[in-house]
């Protein structure tokens, strides 16, 4: 494994903070379910709102937290704001993640399924 240079060790720290700020704006199941619908398409505030469940203040200070770590962009017309996904590779990693646990299910169920009974 090739060490980092002493030099870059402060830029690198940097960027490592920087991807613990997006993985920390996605550790809410409220913002992760609308970031999955943001792999879809723009949605106004309005739609996240009936999707979270939430009060327009909660799903407003959940965007906010989202697009501060720059994982969401914004865009204001007319009276309504409409959200899109500024981080394209998060569809990837839900996907990733998604797979992950689907496997990690199917083998438990296989485990369960071969575990003797009585």
Known sequence: MQMIAPEHVAAHRKLIEAQADIFKALGHP????????LTRGERCVCELQALVGSDVSTVSKHLGILKGAGVVRDEKRGANVYYSLALGCVRSFLD????????????????????PKG
């Open 30 to 37: 409220s913002r992760l379910l609308m970031v999955e619908e």
């Open 96 to 115: 990733c993640t998604g797979h992950h646990i689907d496997n990690a299910a199917h083998d438990l169920a296989r485990l369960v399924a071969l575990r």
